[in-house]
């Protein structure tokens, strides 16, 4: 059978500055799965589909995507590197190609927190290896009548993060991940939160009010789940950013933050 292998994103970087690829790479491709969706995500399993899918039901001779990020900010590995994507039909020569688990379509699913971190962190990287502008990302809908990567994402909003992953500045909450936080640059802002707050994972939920519900909030902004305004009110925002944090970080999904909550988004 078929194995992937799965990088963290500083095991990313260390693997692309050291590949050696003949093939003249000129641009970077982002796509989204669509299906499968973030939360039919599991682990080498949904590769492996892929790959089936993409090889049996497609008759590709790989699966499409050198690289697929997914939503626990881990990176897998995939076609070839030697060899041109099966992402964009007419467009894909000289082509690395990124593919996004999840459907990013307006309403559906977002983009956040680990797995935003490891997506733009990754593409910053190969931009760097392989000499290339953040003009040569191209998203598949640029060459299609798709919405892929999904409606959601802005194209210059995403740059935006890519440059600031390239540029390591100041920490903001939609670029860090936990996978290589050490790799960030130490801040007062990520001091503050994870070490001097005053929560440290005691039960939270729906309705709470005060200093340990902003600390949580705050703790949920800089690992990029958006909780809305930081204001000491664990409402539905809230709620919902737990949830997904949850999700993602392969812990159960209550929406309640506790002791577990509280491990996995402090985990360096
Ligand atoms: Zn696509």
Redesign the pocket.
């Known amino acids: 059978m078929r194995s992937f292998k799965r990088y963290t994103v500083a095991e990313f970087k260390g693997y692309i500055r050291r590949v050696r690829v003949r093939r003249p790479i000129s641009h970077i491709q982002i796509?989204?799965t669509w299906r499968p969706r973030k939360s039919d995500y599991q682990g080498e399993r949904t590769i492996r589909a892929m790959y089936h899918y993409h090889t049996q039901t497609r008759g590709w001779r790989d699966i499409a995507q050198h690289f697929t990020v997914a939503p626990d900010g881990c990176i897998w590995d995939g076609r070839s590197l030697e060899m041109d994507p099966a992402?964009?039909a007419g467009h894909n020569q000289g082509g690395l190609m990124f593919e996004m688990i999840g459907n990013f379509d307006r309403g559906e699913e977002r983009l956040e927190g680990v797995q935003l971190h490891a997506v733009t962190h990754a593409v910053a990287a190969c931009l760097e290896r392989f000499g290339l502008t953040h003009d040569q990302i191209v998203f598949?809908r640029e060459h299609a009548a798709?919405t892929?990567?999904g409606s959601s994402i802005s194209k210059p909003w995403f740059i935006g993060q890519v440059r600031r992953a390239a540029g390591g500045q100041q920490v903001t909450s939609s670029q860090t991940g936990i996978k290589d936080i050490s790799a960030q640059p130490s801040t007062g802002r990520v001091r503050s939160a994870s070490s001097a707050g005053a929560w440290s994972g005691e039960i939270l939920r729906r309705g709470d009010r005060g200093a340990k519900v902003r600390d949580l909030q705050r703790l949920l902004a800089e690992r990029g789940y958006q909780p809305g305004p930081i204001d000491g009110i664990y409402g539905p925002l809230t709620e919902a950013a737990v949830r997904r944090a949850q999700r993602d970080l392969h812990i159960a999904v209550d929406g309640i933050a506790g002791p577990q909550t509280y491990r996995a988004l402090t985990r360096r």
Do not use: A
């Open positions: 796509h989204h992402g964009i598949h798709k892929c990567p």
